[in-house]
């Protein structure tokens, strides 16, 4: 079989990449290096598995995709390019929200090129969204019949707008060409490889401020913001488990639904690293969500029960003591 992998250098990109290879895939990988790394995937290369250095953002490349998809003839897109790392949030809204829109768009539009060159072109396409899209849940744990919304007056649901606009356009644009679906809501994942500044997220942003020196931890707001976990390798197994099932034209949220306080979060990590949990408690960022949890009955309805790896074990994991 083959898949692409938008965004396929990238830590949950690579990681997904390397196990379809495993799973006996051939795949190409689009990637525009921007916060994917060639090394993270150099060792995957061969003749059967290709990268390609696409900018998908650039409407001028939707000639090029559709080349591609049409020579490739993938059965699974797996899409997850995107501008990632709450930071850039904050930093560049206006380029997070410009870019990982028309990167969507400008995939489905390449898609629907495709289909106009060659009516018989056929796959399904698997959309990385985001937990983001809840906002501030009106309940907990989420499912994905709650409502999603985006607060315009805070710059950092300039992703949360960008995925929203992105599930659209995969539901609508799919369902004119007669192409299958699934959109994934993602809570939070983690594991080796994770960009560890400010830019990535905040296992890792933890872990890589305390190695290098940093001490007491400096948290936004007071701790109190509830996040859930999923270590990488369990995201990806559902996510192809889920791709490879019958289901079709779905959302469904993937994660793990065991919640934490990022102080506890905190405190964890530094036991685990023999130091004496210290924090200092900076400005609470605006729009920063109080707590995020999925509801995963409906994606283990599909590929049934799993045992997900425990955050004690993943943070061992991480800190290579595993």
């Known amino acids: 079989m083959n898949a692409i992998i938008t965004g396929g250098a990238g830590f949950i990109g690579s990681?997904?990449?390397?196990?379809?290879?495993?799973?006996?895939?051939?795949?190409?990988?689009?990637?525009?290096?921007?916060?994917?790394?060639?090394?993270?995937?150099?060792?995957?290369?061969?003749?059967?598995?290709?990268?390609?250095?696409?900018?998908?953002s650039k409407y001028e490349n939707i000639g090029q995709m559709a080349d591609l998809l049409l020579t490739n003839e993938p059965e699974y897109i797996f899409h997850y390019a995107a501008i990632n790392g709450t930071q850039y949030f904050y930093d560049i809204p206006a380029t997070v929200l410009e870019t990982n829109a028309n990167i969507t768009y400008n995939l489905m539009l390449a898609l629907r090129e495709a289909k106009r060159r060659q009516n018989t072109f056929h796959t399904k396409i698997i959309y990385a969204s985001s937990s983001e899209v809840y906002g501030e849940p009106l309940s907990l744990p989420s499912k994905e019949t709650d409502i999603t919304y985006v607060v315009t007056s805070h710059i950092r649901d300039s992703y949360a707008a960008a995925k929203l606009i992105g599930e659209f356009y995969v539901k609508l644009i799919s369902e004119e060409l007669g192409l299958e679906w699934i959109t994934l809501r993602l809570f939070n994942v983690y594991g080796p490889k994770m960009i560890g500044t400010k830019y990535g997220q905040v296992i890792p942003e933890f872990i890589k401020r305390l190695?290098?020196?940093?001490?007491?931890?400096?948290?936004?707001?007071?701790?109190?913001?509830?996040?859930?976990?999923?270590?990488?390798?369990?995201?990806?197994?559902?996510?192809?488990?889920?791709?490879?099932?019958?289901?079709?034209?779905?959302?469904?949220?993937?994660?793990?639904?065991?919640?934490?306080?990022?102080?506890?979060?905190?405190?964890?990590?530094?036991?685990?690293?023999?130091?004496?949990?210290?924090?200092?408690?900076?400005?609470?960022?605006?729009?920063?969500?109080?707590?995020?949890?999925?509801?995963?009955?409906?994606?283990?309805a599909v590929i049934g029960p799993r045992k997900y790896i425990s955050l004690e074990d993943g943070l061992e994991m991480m800190l290579g003591k595993h």
């Not at 949220?253 to 408690?281: A, V, W």
Request: with cysteine; net charge negative; proline share 3%.
């Open 15 to 56: 990681y997904l990449s390397k196990e379809l290879i495993q799973r006996g895939f051939n795949i190409a990988i689009w990637d525009n290096l921007f916060r994917g790394k060639y090394s993270n995937i150099k060792e995957l290369l061969d003749e059967n598995n290709l990268f390609f250095n696409i900018d998908m």
């Open 211 to 300: 190695s290098e020196g940093e001490y007491p931890l400096s948290v936004y707001g007071n701790g109190e913001h509830m996040r859930s976990f999923c270590y990488v390798t369990d995201n990806v197994n559902n996510t192809i488990e889920l791709a490879l099932s019958s289901t079709k034209n779905e959302i469904f949220n993937i994660g793990n639904d065991h919640e934490i306080s990022i102080l506890e979060l905190g405190t964890l990590i530094m036991e685990k690293m023999q130091l004496t949990p210290k924090f200092i408690f900076l400005p609470e960022r605006e729009g920063d969500h109080k707590r995020r949890c999925p509801d995963t009955t409906k994606i283990h």
